[in-house]
């Protein structure tokens, strides 16, 4: 299994007022062919507008296959958005998906050194910036939700840089796996408490698989899948 890549595409946003009655959104992301340097809370030049579920510590960068566009333009057709970019990430690559990474992987990153903390939870505004109306609900359903990661060493990145793995932390749970039991639910207790005890996922996951693992399932969802513009 494939464990390095070459870093094809770096983007930053800026906070924009997007959608005339709704929050304002960062989103909407620029190539970036600069050195960038990446600290604690991500690249330095990128913005999050809602810090709440963006950004900090332990979402400091967002990473999407590109594998994960071919997929959508199967399903969806043709979008503007299905390229390189277009669901707001930081960094994209081609030749490692949600299945081949694992929550806990510590990864070089140019310079810099990061580590998978969680996959991400898709909300409403996907929808908003793909026009489909579904969209955040099926990347949710098959798990093609990308990555966070927590920067444990500042530095530089570039594109081209390479992003390998140096350590594997956890063996049993993938990105995909992981990603796939938080957002559907679809897991055991037993398997819930184990993931509510590992030490590298988010606090907030592992809060959320604590209740699931004391038969806790039930979960709205509503709001942040289905918000209206």
Not at 18 to 23: E, K, R, V
Not at 63 to 79: A, T
Not at 186 to 202: F, G, H, M, R, V
Not at 216 to 227: G, M, P, Q, V
């Amino acid at each position: 299994m494939k464990q390095d890549t070459k870093i094809s595409h770096l983007f930053i946003g800026h906070i924009q007022k997007t959608w005339p009655d709704n929050p304002p959104s960062a989103i909407q992301k620029t190539r970036c062919t600069d050195v960038l340097y990446l600290e604690k809370t991500g690249f330095r030049r990128d913005q999050q507008a809602d810090t709440h579920h963006h950004g900090g510590l332990d979402k400091a960068l967002h990473q999407y296959p590109q594998e994960n566009y071919m997929h959508w333009q199967s399903e969806f057709g043709n979008n503007p958005q299905f390229q390189a970019g277009g669901f707001g990430e930081n960094i994209s690559t081609e030749g490692l998906t949600e299945k081949d990474l694992f929550i806990g992987d510590i990864l070089s990153l140019g310079q810099a050194k990061v580590q998978i903390t969680q996959g991400r939870q898709p909300c409403w505004k996907i929808n908003a910036h793909t026009h489909i109306k579904t969209m955040a609900l099926r990347m949710q359903e098959t798990g093609r939700t990308g990555w966070y990661y927590r920067v444990l060493e500042t530095g530089n990145v570039k594109i081209g840089d390479t992003l390998s793995l140096i350590d594997r932390l956890n063996e049993k749970w993938s990105v995909y796996k992981t990603t796939y039991a938080r957002l559907n639910r679809l897991i055991t207790p037993t398997d819930a408490k184990e993931l509510s005890n590992l030490t590298y996922l988010t606090d907030n996951w592992r809060a959320a698989f604590l209740k699931m693992a004391q038969g806790e399932f039930n979960e709205d969802t509503k709001t942040r899948l289905h918000a209206t513009l």
